[in-house]
């Protein structure tokens, strides 16, 4: 696929960007953080809520060991009416047994309760440390304070209350037109560690006041997914955690029709948009992070092969810490993609950070595009390009350096 | 597999291990370590030399992108006939093009001439920082100190003169009876960062004073490494230098007959023996290394899907950022695992870290539990076993930490 259609840049200025926005942005949702108990000193439960009966569609961890929640949410979310979400940080629910599962099962069903809304429309995630039961009470008390605080402008709160060693709330929302109409966007995520996800990421909850129908809103999700959440990662880990929902109440009035439909499309586009704001938001707060990488292939044998080898760069602790030491070490790149299972041909490969080219088809670099190369590196941001030049194929894939900070924060985590 | 037979724990007492010995160790071996000058203040070349006619065999990196010594030495080694290897450290000669081609092919000229054996049998290997020429005059001044220093007992002297990031030289060295008579197998090897072996690993020469035919000592060497070297991780980067190539010159006056028989195993055993100490010496020496961890699953649907998930495991950042750490957090290995593609039910799996159960099929660990764990992974050396109780395969990979000193080597590696 061409790399400017994948968003590397926003070609598209029907959105309008609403700066602080997120799940609360469209009309008719309620959100809250409020502090449970269950980490120490801060926010750690949260609640999303629609005012009125709302559609939804999810994507969950493709991990063979899936959470509790996330067993509970896919059942749910298939039905395609969902209303919200309660949301724990501090505790994943996850290898806990059926003693876990009932936990999830009466976590969602006291949210349901307080709230007023059929049990089977209440969404439930957690994330935190894996193998630990739910401190059920802590949950329930935790709850009771969520039913109180839950109001028109709570996303911020809720954006906070969810994160675990995430520095920095993620939260984006716009404004498109749909049929004659406003429909807004809104979202939030964490992220921060075992980040590399498939078919989602850690915990994201998307809102929209559009009108749609849950298969097409699945439809739009799916292809927002693998344009953003799909393509991110920060050590190579996939949680057993991931959920990524977005709930459509229709509050606007406006109503999206079904593809295909140019309307349809503008949505999707839309969708794609906020989830890709995220999807950078997370990689951007990675643990440990300090830069932001893209690595973007061309000119692959597929787009396959372009996906293959710019996941194995952009998952190499070797590149990883030399983008976090700025050491222009471009032949990581190179040894990575010949990892990769792509297709790679070393003397028809070119590769390039930014504007410098640092090898081309086994001409070495010089001393001078050395020197370059190590001022490219020593930039919060840049792209690595990797050009095959065998085929038609690209992908790009969106990373963080590894630091020190990054060992620190890993090492210590539970303890 | 069962585990014992793959050498976790040294069931073999036919073999006498010789204490400090290495390439030359067998009869009929000379090896050397010079300053050539490519890296400072050390040595930085080495030659081994059988002083007779002898056979080879060889493995070699499966990255795409493949080194030209690399691509030289798989032409030679094919013949079955190989008398040396003459190695450098401090510049892989990787995606260097026709000039490095050239340049790898020249090398190995001046040191079969300086030695007098045939161009052909000569053999070449070259580490350090990929998309580098070699420094030619340098390598020419290198290649004629060696020849002047190729003694009997050089062999500690060129492990060390091979190294890179790593802080100790590996060489192992055996005696075995084979047929009546006395065998010696000896090796050195380099390896610390880009270790993930597929076929071989990054730089490894074994000698042996057997005499055997090329195909016989080609099995023998491919059983060797799929229970050492292929078996092992630093850090998932498989290198495009790796070389593990065996010399056997017959000095010994004792032939190992082809398979099957018995004295063939025993000195496939033997070679997988002194394979299997010079993979773990490079563990224990991985770049930043602070400990030493096998990851062993049994009960897996089949002994692909216990390696997968073996190498999962020893590949997750956040497991092995954990074990430097020593926090009890048992989860990664199991989100790891679940990531795996091996087959996986949550409910039917059971963890150990030695000796200690943290997860048992639902039940998660107590806090008694965890501070042994905590205990466990204080230790240098431990073992993790995964039985996820669906099957009779098995396998073990052996990994190390990632640790704060793993970013400073490889931040700062070129600069």
């Known amino acids: 696929m061409p790399l400017a259609g994948r968003g590397l840049v926003d070609m598209n200025t029907d959105f309008e960007w609403l700066t602080g926005g997120g799940v609360t942005s469209p009309q008719g949702f309620l959100a809250c953080g409020v502090a449970a108990g269950i980490k120490a000193n801060r926010n750690d439960m949260a609640m999303v809520l629609s005012e009125r009966p709302a559609v939804a569609a999810g994507l969950f961890t493709s991990n063979r060991v899936a959470a509790a929640p996330v067993v509970v949410d896919r059942e749910r979310v298939a039905s395609g009416r969902c209303r919200g979400v309660v949301v724990n940080a501090g505790c994943a629910n996850a290898c806990t047994g059926q003693a876990g599962h009932d936990d999830a099962v009466a976590m969602a069903r ?40 839950l109001r028109r402008d709570g996303g911020d709160e809720a954006a ?21 109409a406003d429909v807004v966007i809104g979202g939030m995520c964490k992220g921060a560690g075992m980040i590399c996800p498939n078919l989602a990421t850690m915990l994201c909850y998307i809102t929209t006041d559009a009108a749609i129908a849950p298969a097409d809103l699945d439809a739009a999700l799916r292809r927002a997914a693998n344009r953003s959440f799909n393509r991110i990662t920060v050590d190579g880990d996939q949680s057993t955690n991931d959920t990524l929902v977005v709930f459509a109440n229709g509050a606007s009035g406006s109503a999206v029709p079904a593809a295909p439909h ?38 692959a ?96 894939v969106y990373t963080c350096d590894f630091s020190y900070d990054y060992v620190k924060i890993n090492g210590e985590y539970t303890t």
Chains 1, 2 share one sequence.
């Open 110 to 149: 006291l949210a349901a309760e307080a709230v007023g809304v059929p049990e089977a429309e209440m969404l439930v995630s957690s994330t935190g440390t894996i193998g630990r039961r739910l401190p059920m009470g802590r949950i329930a008390e935790g709850i009771r304070l969520a039913k109180g605080a």
């Open 160 to 180: 906070h209350a969810i994160l675990t060693t995430d520095t920095v709330a993620k939260q984006a929302a716009l404004r498109v037109r749909i049929g004659g």
């Open 262 to 299: 140019p309307d349809f499309d503008r949505f999707a586009d839309a969708l794609g948009a906020v989830a890709e704001s995220l999807a950078k938001q997370i990689v951007a707060d990675g643990e440990g992070a300090t830069k932001f990488v893209t690595v973007a292939v061309e000119g």
């Open 301 to 396: 044998a597929s787009d396959a092969d372009a996906l293959m080898a710019a996941r194995a760069v952009a998952n190499s602790p070797l590149f990883k810490t030399a983008c976090f030491g700025a050491d222009p070490n471009w032949g990581r790149v190179i040894c990575a993609v010949g990892n990769s299972g792509a297709a790679v041909d070393a003397m028809k490969t070119q590769i390039y950070f930014d504007d410098v080219c640092v090898y081309d088809r086994g001409a070495v670099a010089d001393a001078a595009a050395n020197a370059k190369l190590a001022a490219v590196m020593a930039n919060r941001a840049f792209t690595v390009l990797v050009k095959l030049n065998l085929g038609a194929g690209s992908d790009a």
